[in-house]
């Protein structure tokens, strides 16, 4: 069984940054792609940003140059820097596991509960 669990979220100011953690248990973290999506109140849930197992990162169009993911497998743990947020940012955060590197949520296997990041104009 694999857990994840977010933390870092808050409420900032538009402009302002976070860093969001994804700390993964369980078997084999080196062996899963990690991805980020977000939910906000009446909306879908969104791909935000995926990494592999390797390193190679990949992200949404609305994030691409401002939000970083990265992996520490050492710590069993994925980041999500995220800089010059904007109120369209806001929603539930989620880390997910699964063998597949994809933007698909039907590739990912394992969610965490979600960490809420609310960006204030």
């Known amino acids: 069984q694999v857990q994840l669990v977010e933390s870092g979220g808050g409420t900032v100011q538009t402009g302002d940054s976070l860093r969001l953690s994804c700390s993964v248990s369980?078997?084999?973290?080196?062996?899963?792609?990690v991805a980020w999506f977000r939910q906000a109140p009446g909306k879908e849930r969104e791909f935000v940003a995926a990494?592999?197992?390797?390193?190679?990162?990949y992200y949404a169009d609305s994030v691409k140059g401002r939000f970083t993911i990265s992996r520490d497998n050492a710590k069993n743990t994925v980041y999500l820097d995220m800089w010059m947020l904007r109120p369209e940012d806001a929603a539930v955060h989620l880390c997910s596991a699964g063998p597949r590197f994809s933007q698909q949520r039907s590739d990912y296997s394992y969610w965490g509960q979600g960490t809420q990041v609310t960006v204030s104009s």
């Open positions: 369980g078997r084999a973290f080196s062996s899963y792609s």
């Open positions: 990494i592999s197992r390797s390193g190679a990162a």
